[in-house]
C-alpha cells in the first residue's frame, strides 16, 4: 500500500485529539484507507508541549513554514486557527502541490473563494469537512449525498455553547448571565466568549453552508448576525407557553431572486426535531427539493468528533476522491444576491410593555392589519414587577422584516407602550 | 464535459421518480456532475406505462437483458426489486462493464457479498445509498464521513411502514390492526403488509448497515426478526408511563467476540432524538467511538427521496469515486461472529398478569434476585378486564437474553401468573 505522509500544523486540543485518534483507531483505518496514512511531522510555537504528546518518534519543528515546504510531505493539516499566519501556511502548502486539510471555519468564510481556487490550480484538494458541526459529516451530506436535490434551505444549531447556554436558561430558569458563567466554567465557553455568544462562528459556518449548498461564493460579509445576549428569561417562557422553543440559528434559504443568510435566535416549533437538540450538540436539518427535510445531528465541537471528520478528510484523500471543493464545478458557482435583512422574510414573535388602558390592544393590533400582517397568536400577562404594565406577546405569519419593523416603531410611538419592542424571529421549518 | 449513458431497468414507482427528478434538476445536476448524465434507455415489462413516462425521446425497450449489454451504456440502474431477474440482470451488468445503482435492499442483503466481488474484479461500482433508508446518506455518512470511527454500535428506525403503525397506535390509542388498515388506506403499507411488520425490511436493511459499519460480511440469515404485529395497545401506554416509547430498531453492536444483529420493538427513553422520529420518517444513529453519537433523519421511503439517493450515486459516479463497496477494503472483510439472540444483552421491559394475592411481587422479584439481573422501575396496575387481576410491568437492566428468559420461565411457573409474560427489548441508546 502506497504512503500518504501527513505533517500537522499546531498540535493544542484538536492536533491532540487528532493524534490520540490515529492511535487508538490506527488498524480499522488501514481496513478502510487506501494509503498508510501516518503523520511523519508536526509544526507548533510549544515544542516541549508537541514533544509530551508525540514523544520522539515524529519530527517536531517550531518551523512551520519549513513543514509545509518539506518534500516527504503529501498532506498538510492546518490546525492552527485563526486568518493570518494559517492563511499564508495554507497557501504555501497548496503552492507546494499539498493537499490540505482543515478545521479552521473563520479562514474558509472569509478566504475560501482565493483558497478553492488556488486548490484547483494546483491539482489538490483543500478538505475542510472538520470546520462546521465537528464530527456531523454535514459538508459531505451536502456536497455529495444530497447532490441530486436543489437545496431550498438550510437551517441550523452550527454552535455548541450557545446551544449550551440557551439550553441552560429554559431547562434552570436562569439568566443569560447566569447561564454563561455555568458553560464558562464547564469549559463550553471561552473567556472572552463573544465570538460564540454574538454568533460571528455561526456565521462562518453559515457561510461555509450556503456556499456548498447553494453553489454561491463564500459570503461571510453579507450574513445578517445577531447574537443571544439580549435574550431574557421571560421570552423563553413565553416561547414555551406558545409551544415554541428559542435556538440560534442560521439560516441559508433560497428565494427568487437571491439568497437570505441570517444568524438570530428563533423560535421554532416545539414538536421539531432539532428543536429538541439540547446541551452543545449540533444539527443542521437540510432541504432538498425531491429528498425533504433531512436531519443531521451530533457533537459540533470537542477535541474527538473534530479529528473524526479530520481523519474522514485523511481518508477521502487517501481515496482519491474528486469532488469540487465546495460542490459545484468551478465554473458553475454563481454569485447570487445575498437579501439585505430587511428584505428577509419570516414569522415574527414581539413583546410589548404596555400601560394596562382599554383598547391598547385594538390599537396594536389594527397596526398588523394596516400592514397586511397576520396574527398568528396573543398572550397577555401581567407583569412581575407592575401590576397596572402589562406584557402583550404577538406571534406573527410571514412578513417582511421591513414591514415588521414598521409595525413596531408605529407601536412604540403610541402612548400605551412602554420602553422598546421585543422583536424575536419565528421559522416553521418543517416536519 | 464527457458524457455517462445511463439505462434504467423498471420505471414504476420509483423509476418514474428519477426520471422526474432529472427532467426537474437537470441544470442543477449539470452544476455539480463531472460528466453529462442522461438516460439514454429504459427497460420494462410494460412498454406502454414507459412511454406515458418518458415519451418517444428515449429508447424503451422489454428486452431487459439487451439493455445490460448494450455498449452505448455506461451505468445501469436496477430498480426492478426481488432476487430473481434482478439478480441476473445486475451480474450482467457488472460483466459488462457496467457501474450499477440499485436500491434493492434485498438483493443487496443476500447476495451482496458475491456482487462487491464481481464488481471490484470487473473494476465497476456497485452503489447502492437508496437501498437503506431512502434519501438520508446514512451509507456514505458511515463509509466515508465516520470513516476514522470504530463504529460501536448502529441503530435505526429503518422501516417507515411500522413506524407510522406504531406512531398511529400511540397518538390515538388504536389497535395495532386498526392503524395497520390506515397505513394502507393511506398507502404507507402494501395490501400483503408482511414484509414490514414481520421486520423482513428492517432486517435487509440492518444487514447492510452492519457490514458497512463492521466490515463483516453481508450476514442476513443470523439477524434475529421479530416485527411488531404481537403489540398491545397498553404496551405503548405503560411504556409512556415509564417514559419511553416504542420503536420498531434494527440493531447492530459490536461486541468482545463478535456482533449482535436484531430487529424488534424496542423501548427507548423518551428524551432520546430517536425516540421522537414520527409517522413513515426514518432515522438512524451511529454511535462511533471518537465522534460519539450522531443521528441521520429523513425520509426513508417514496420516489423522490429514494431517486434522491440514485442521483447521488450517479453523480459519485460521474466524479470517479474510489470508495471501496462496502466501506472496507475488500481484503479487510472480517467474518466476525453473530451473537444468538440467547448471547444479546439488553434491558427488558415484562408485563406480568397475576391473581391479585399477596406475596406475589416478592416471589417475582426474588427470581430476578437470583439471576443478578437488577430491576430498573417498576409499575402495578389493576387490570381493566377484572379488578382481581393485576398486570405488573417490570424493567430490568441489562441481562443476558437467557437469563431473562429463565426469569420469565419461572414466573409463567408461579401459582399467581396468569397466561404468558409479554418481554420486549429495551435500549438507553445515549443522548
Redesign the interface.
Known amino acids: 500500500m502506497k504512503k500518504m505522509n501527513v505533517g500537522l500544523l499546531g498540535i493544542g486540543t484538536v492536533g491532540g485529539g487528532l493524534y490520540e ?1 490515529l492511535k ?2 490506527i488498524t ?7 494509503a498508510d496514512i501516518r503523520i511523519i511531522a508536526v509544526a507548533d510555537k510549544d515544542i516541549s508541549r508537541a514533544k509530551e504528546v508525540v514523544g520522539n518518534a515524529i519530527e517536531i519543528t517550531d518551523d512551520a513554514f519549513q513543514l509545509v515546504t518539506n518534500p516527504e510531505i503529501d498532506v498538510v493539516i492546518e490546525l492552527i486557527g485563526g486568518t493570518t499566519i494559517a492563511k499564508d501556511l495554507v497557501i504555501k502548502a497548496i503552492e507546494h502541490k499539498k493537499h490540505v486539510v482543515t478545521a479552521n471555519k473563520a479562514l474558509l468564510a472569509l478566504f475560501g473563494n482565493e483558497l478553492f481556487a488556488l486548490a484547483k490550480k494546483n491539482n489538490v484538494i483543500l478538505a475542510f ?1 472538520a470546520s462546521v458541526a ?4 454535514i459538508l ?2 451536502i456536497k ?7 437545496i431550498e434551505w438550510v437551517a441550523g444549531i452550527i454552535n455548541g455553547t450557545t446551544n449550551f447556554i440557551l439550553t441552560e436558561m429554559r431547562e434552570k430558569g436562569v439568566t443569560f448571565t447566569q447561564a454563561l458563567s455555568q458553560a464558562q466554567s464547564l469549559g463550553y465557553a471561552e473567556a472572552d466568549p463573544s465570538f460564540d455568544v454574538e454568533g460571528i462562528d455561526a456565521a462562518h459556518k453559515l457561510t461555509i453552508l450556503a456556499a456548498l449548498s447553494f ?1 454561491i461564493p463564500m459570503s461571510f460579509k453579507d450574513v445578517y448576525v445577531e447574537g443571544i445576549k439580549a435574550l431574557e428569561q421571560k421570552d423563553i417562557q413565553y416561547a414555551e407557553e406558545l409551544g415554541y422553543r428559542i435556538k440560534l440559528l442560521g439560516i441559508a434559504k433560497k428565494r427568487d431572486k437571491g439568497i437570505e443568510l441570517r444568524v438570530h435566535p428563533t423560535l421554532i416549533p416545539e414538536d421539531r ?1 432539532i428543536a ?2 439540547n ?1 452543545a ?1 449540533n ?1 443542521v436539518v437540510v432541504k ?12 459540533g465541537a470537542g477535541a ?2 473534530t ?6 478528510d ?3 484523500i487517501s ?6 471543493a465546495n ?3 468551478e465554473k ?1 458557482i454563481e454569485a447570487l444576491p445575498i437579501y439585505s435583512i430587511n428584505d428577509a422574510i419570516s414569522g415574527y414573535y414581539l413583546r410589548i410593555k404596555v400601560s394596562d388602558k382599554p383598547g391598547v390592544l385594538a390599537k396594536i393590533t389594527k397596526l398588523f392589519g394596516d400592514k397586511k400582517i397576520s396574527i398568528d397568536a396573543m398572550l397577555q400577562k401581567e407583569t412581575k414587577e407592575n401590576k397596572s404594565e402589562a406584557d402583550i406577546v404577538i406571534l406573527s405569519r410571514l412578513a417582511l422584516e421591513k414591514d415588521i419593523n414598521t409595525v413596531i416603531h408605529s407601536i412604540e410611538s403610541l402612548s400605551a407602550t412602554i420602553g422598546k419592542v421585543i422583536k424575536i424571529r419565528l421559522e416553521e421549518l418543517s ?1
Open positions: 485518534l487508538s483507531n480499522e483505518i488501514q481496513r478502510k484507507a487506501s469537512e465537528g464530527g456531523i459529516p459531505k451530506s455529495e449525498g444530497l447532490a441530486g436535490n436543489k453553489g426535531l429538541n437538540v446541551g450538540m444539527a432538498g427539493n425531491m429528498v425533504g427535510s433531512t436531519l443531521f445531528y451530533g457533537a474527538l468528533p479529528a473524526s471528520a479530520v481523519v474522514a485523511l481518508i477521502d481515496r482519491a476522491t474528486n469532488v469540487p460542490g459545484f464545478n458553475q416536519k
